[in-house]
T-cell receptor, first 111, second 110 residues
Framework: DAKTTQPNSMESNEEEPVHLPCNHSTISGTDYIHWYRQLPSQGPEYVIH???SNVNNRMASLAIAEDRKSSTLILHRATLRDAAVYYCILGYGGSQGNLIFGKGTKLSVKP | NAGVTQTPKFQVLKTGQSMTLQCAQD?????MSWYRQDPGMGLRLIHYSVGAGITDQGEVPNGYNVSRSTTEDFPLRLLSAAPSQTSVYFCASGDSFEQYFGPGTRLTVT
């Protein structure tokens, strides 16, 4: 499975945008980029996924580099509830393949 | 929909005991999986299933058995519990590109 590299931790101020980076230089042409987050004492929850084009949903935006070797999860306006560990994962996902989790980025949000 | 449910929420076992962690989903997903999460670590895949009657091993399958007799249920069996199996266990089911996780079972083996 292709590997991802994320910073161990990041800090943000409430109501400011947050850019969470992920490097995946060995990504294959069929790998989707998935983002999940895990709030304290909860199971992971889906955030967003994409293949080549930038993606937006109600939770976040996903910006994918043109060469697909990196991507950035963008939270447009951080809230205290966004404090979580964010995982960047490559693969098919969902019903079509397994998700292999790394250690993720722990995001702290300051009021 | 209840989504993915797991029972029990907490369990303490003695070394050598066996038990079954229950997982059920009501979303008619074919794909289901079990993960374990040790303190300060990411999730590691134990076993997964792509449909009733079909199971396969993940990254860390040793000491665990699974079966999938129905689409809804995917129980995880610990045959002879060891302290190294102390962890939080998450069950998930998948649809298309999204996986849904249960609330977890916190297991302590003494």
């Amino acid at each position: 499975d292709a590997k991802t590299t994320q910073p161990n931790s990041m800090e943000s101020n409430e109501e400011e945008p947050v850019h969470l980076p992920c490097n995946h230089s060995t990504i294959s042409g069929t790998d989707y980029i998935h983002w999940y987050r895990q709030l304290p004492s909860q199971g992971p929850e889906y955030v967003i996924h994409g293949l080549t084009s930038n993606v937006n949903n109600r939770m976040a935006s996903l910006a994918i580099a043109e060469d697909r070797k990196s991507s950035t999860l963008i939270l447009h306006r951080a809230t205290l509830r966004d404090a979580a560990v964010y995982y960047c994962i490559l693969g098919y996902g969902g019903s079509q393949g397994n998700l292999i989790f790394g250690k993720g980025t722990k995001l702290s949000v300051k009021p | 929909n209840a989504g993915v449910t797991q029972t029990p929420k907490f369990q303490v076992l003695k070394t050598g005991q066996s038990m079954t962690l229950q997982c059920a989903q009501d979303m008619n997903h074919e794909y289901m999986s079990w993960y374990r999460q040790d303190p300060g670590m990411g999730l590691r895949l134990i076993h997964y299933s792509v449909g009733a009657g079909i199971t396969d091993q993940g990254e860390v399958p040793n000491g665990y058995n699974v079966s999938r007799s129905t689409t809804e249920d995917f129980p995880l069996r610990l045959l002879s519990a060891a302290p190294s199996q102390t962890s939080v266990y998450f069950c998930a089911s998948g649809d298309s590109f999204e996986q849904y996780f249960g609330p977890g079972t916190r297991l302590t083996v003494t």
